[in-house]
């Protein structure tokens, strides 16, 4: 049960984000999420979550710089009276063979994937720890598990969250507060329309259930993650990929 918790998740706009604001606040639960700067999608879920009786609340905020993102934690846990648990989501694409690939590309993908996540997770943690309760679910992907050709900087940064979450996971534990993350395969979304016609066969082919996960999938595990009922899973990674890498 995630009833009356208090979330924050990053990148909420679209995608498993937006699918993870819905899923909470359809279960009850109050949630901001932050977006980087598409306002209409951002309004978009306010206006889709309106049915909900709990609370969401957009907010326009950078994951690059520390400073920035403790204040975003702190506007946050004013609006929404708490902070109960956070979903480390924001993440950005610019894949390209690394040969090929300029150096903006990896800094940018390290900056917004990797120093996010420790942003967000470490302007959140210790008030976590003091309370003695707290749930952190990380978006990481198969990616970081199996490698994708032309992905070498997201994979590092997917690889990266899973390192992250199982070593958080072991300083904070005593205090009640977990740390897991989620790895999802192929998902239907925006990431999956920017894959060229040609290679989507090959990708199908590759997937043991022949489909693409969908977003509500992942954010069902996320919000279980979130629970109570999973008070005792911390440093776990959910792989949800249709059987990818298995």
């Not at 109050?30 to 879920?45: M, Q």
């Not at 990431?191 to 022949?210: T, V, Y």
């Amino acid at each position: 049960m995630v009833s009356g918790k208090k979330i924050l998740v990053t990148g909420g706009s679209r995608g498993i984000g937006r699918a993870t604001v819905l899923a909470l606040a359809k279960a009850g639960a109050d949630v901001a999420f932050t977006y980087h700067s598409n306002t209409a999608a951002a309004e978009a879920v306010c206006q889709e979550a309106e049915e909900a009786s709990a609370r969401v609340l957009a907010l326009q905020a950078e994951a690059e710089q520390f400073e920035k993102t403790k204040e975003t934690v702190e506007h946050v846990r004013q609006m929404l009276g708490g902070l109960d648990g956070v979903v480390l989501n924001a993440g950005i694409t610019r894949d390209r063979p690394l040969v090929m690939m300029p150096e903006e590309s990896w800094d940018e993908v390290m900056t917004t994937n990797l120093k996010g996540t420790f942003n967000y997770a470490r302007a959140a943690i210790y008030d976590m720890v003091r309370q003695r309760s707290g749930r952190i679910v990380c978006v990481s992907s198969v990616s970081g598990l199996v490698g994708v050709p032309g992905q070498t900087n997201y994979a590092a940064t997917k690889a990266g969250q899973i390192g992250f979450v199982k070593s958080l996971s072991k300083e904070v534990a005593a205090y009640g507060v977990t740390v897991n993350a989620v790895a999802p395969g192929f998902i239907e979304t925006d990431i999956w329309e920017s894959i060229p016609e040609s290679k989507r066969e090959g990708i199908m082919n590759s997937i043991p259930q022949k489909r693409l996960g969908k977003a509500e999938e992942v954010a069902a595990a996320i919000r279980f993650l979130l629970s109570e009922e999973a008070a005792y899973i911390t440093g776990s990674v959910l792989v949800i990929d249709g059987g990818l890498s298995s």
